[in-house]
């Protein structure tokens, strides 16, 4: 991968309106977040010649939203894939590019994820549930139907074997909540959460309240990834591509005979190898926060926290503005929006271009950031970007 | 099984697959069956179409009896039913169960006379098996 280093770049991002209900189809805030993405590149919609998506069979496919910017494109790929997809197929479209079956790729994830189909679950049928997912009967008939279930699993014993607390998930909550204060599309800007409210909020499913879950939302975001060459030509300032690593680890993705590791674990060491940079480089950070312990099991995959210190350096306040890695700064996946990491992605492009530059939202002086994907604890995908 | 204790169970049952149902049949008769890899000697829970650990398609299953212990490897409560069903079990324990004569298999169920109090890593527990219908029974816990 290393002959791949800051010869590609994400060009162009862009959202549709966010919402709890969309009142439209996933292909129109796809097709809204895909013009949004172009125009910010600079670029003619018939500049893009790969269309590519991931889903959970809640979206819109490439082939309709070429069709319906009126582009008929080279390459069109979906795939049914969970959080790391972004980053995955951001490492799928270098290939295509590198080896000159497409120039110039667009990515998006659209769902109406509140009004629609709902990632948290609810109105499945707990037969189909059982065969969706492998290992399904050992889980669905014990009542653990919900991520937040499964992933409690590995935070309970990872907590419990680091001396991580209940505050200390708070510190991930409160620090998210605060960077959504100033990101006013946020979902819970004017929201703020307080240590004292959160530590006051029941368990939904322990460890994890209301807080820890991510929120859900109608939205799409789209990214556009081109030759370090070609974004030249852009209007944007290009986000380079220094490095990118994923892997599977865990067995099974539904069962867990060992909680102890995540793939996230395996991926760190190559990443930063491709990249040709240390943890120690990073100024920013998107860290994939489906739920808010996800971010510190990742915090010590990726050596951005020493391990068994993970909770320390939250609680110093390492994750808000002013911290040694403020991360999440628009608020992630628990406060600002939920696009299946997406929109993630985007405010790291934003926060390594300076696009905030000026205002209040800028994290000073950034060169280099991380961003990371979780599709569970069996599939990690993450990149390392710079300007 | 009483008339009323059928009518109540509106939990999801376990689906029998190709690849499990001499998990589930052993359960039915209250046994615990398991999946061991005849090539690399693996247990192999939940079981597959062949060995999670090496691939080998010689696959056997093994009987373990009746009496089965264990340790409470990892656990949640949850507060709220995230499925159909469960709304009279909450709160609901779901652990993960380390076996004592075989710490590599890990068996989820819930644990019946447990709670967020009585519950913690390394509690000892005992497999029972819940009737649920006429002829299917589930493995569960129960604290030792
Ligand atoms: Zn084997």
New binding site residues.
Partial sequence: MSTIRNKYAIVGVGESKRSKNSGVTPLHLALDAARAAIADAGMDAKDIDAFMSYSEHDSCTPHQVATYLGVRPGVVKEIIGGGSSTELLIADAVGLIETGQAKTVLIYRAMNGRSGMRMGGGGWSTDLLQSAFDGGSFIIPYGAGSPGQWFGLFATRHMHLNGLTQEHLGHVCTSFYEHAQRNPNAFFYGKPLTMEEYMKTAHLSSPFTKHDFCLESDEANAIIVTSAERAKDCKSTPVHIMGMAARQSVSHAHYWKNVDEVASDYVAPELYKAAGITPEDIDVASIYDCFSWVVLRQLEAYGLAPKGEVGDFVAAGNLRLNGKLPTNTAGGMLSEGYTHGMNNVLEIVRQVRHEYAGTNRQVENCEIGICTGWAGPDIAGAMVLSK | MSEETKVKYEKPIPLKTLDNTPYWDAADRHELALQK?N????YNHPPGPS?A????VD?IWENQGSVIQGKVYSYVVSYRPFLPGFQNDIPLVIAVVELDHLPEVKIIGNILNGNAENVTIGSAVNMVWEDVTEDRAVPQWVLA
Avoid: I
């Fill in positions: 890899c090539t690399c000697n693996a060995c650990s090496c691939g080998s696959v």
